[in-house]
């Protein structure tokens, strides 16, 4: 497969969107590279062959099944250490993105992130450059709803501990994911979920802060927010209240106040910008 890349035509408008692609590419035969000033928020992930990444003075190898996620404006240098080293990336922005990256995936810096489904972050990549080639409308919109599916499944599939990414991981808490997914719009409580995984309530609060880096109802309501956007634009007519009760919110007051904290925006407001 042939390098390929792709640059979005940005309006004033588009770099207003909470999350937007500056540019992206695949199948990269990447050269050495060193910015002191750093640039946009970049995924970099390893396909083929190995880098290496160095961050304020310590260097990271970067191999397949692992990608840098590099913050704005944070001085990087990265290079090969194999004869090729392939890599699909991609390039993104918006106001959202260093508030989602801190509260939801609790990463406030550049960093080496260890990947339990390398597949799902190479296939964001692959669905901006299929909206890139198509003969489609609002591109940037599309585009900027595959920066924030990307930024979600940050939260589940990322770890910067390698022993927390695959086998530790899915093992111990794949079927809670699972358990979460199919019962997001029903109530659900801790005592529930600890016996999903087979741990005591409070060890399952521990031990998922510790490898999620958020507290288990955080990342429900970052599911049912998700699944509430999708909802608002596959459903123009649908009433708020009906979206609410959908994904697990008994108070459509409530389900505002959640969505106005992730989103900044209210749920009306989404639409309206989004649809």
């Keep these: 497969m042939n390098r390929r890349r792709y640059i979005p035509i940005l ?19 990447q050269e050495h590279v060193k910015r002191s000033q750093g640039y946009h928020y970049q995924w970099i992930q390893s396909v083929e062959g190995e880098g290496e990444l160095v961050l304020d003075g310590k260097s990271y190898r970067v191999k397949e099944g692992s990608a840098m996620l590099l913050f704005k404006e944070g001085a990087h240098e990265y290079y090969a250490l194999t004869p090729t080293w392939i890599v699909d990336w991609i390039v993104f922005d918006g106001h959202q993105v260093e508030s989602f ?21 190479l296939s964001k990549i692959q669905h901006v450059m299929d909206i890139g080639q198509a003969e489609l409308g609002l591109k940037n919109i599309q585009c900027s709803s595959v920066v924030y599916t990307l930024l979600t499944d940050m939260v589940q599939y990322c770890s910067t501990q390698p022993n927390n990414s695959a086998n530790h991981l899915n093992s111990r808490l794949k079927p809670l994911f699972q358990y979460i997914e199919q019962n997001y719009s029903k109530p659900l409580t801790l005592d529930e979920l600890a016996e999903v995984t087979e741990y005591t309530p409070q060890h399952l609060c521990t031990v998922f802060k510790k490898t999620m880096g958020i507290r288990i109802f955080q990342y429900i309501h970052s599911l049912r927010i998700k699944k509430s956007k999708e909802l608002l634009l596959q459903h123009p007519s649908m009433q708020i209240k009906e979206i609410a009760l959908l994904t697990g919110f008994e108070d459509v007051n409530y ?3 959640v969505f106005k904290k992730h989103e900044q925006l209210s749920p009306t407001q989404y639409r309206k910008i989004y649809y």
């Design 255 to 257: 389900f505002c106040s």
């Design 101 to 121: 990256l801190k509260k939801h995936v609790g990463i406030s810096s550049s960093c080496l992130l260890y990947l339990s489904r390398p597949d799902l972050f």
């Design 11 to 29: 309006t004033d408008s588009d770099k207003e969107l909470p999350y937007y692609v500056v540019n992206v590419g695949q199948q990269w035969n």
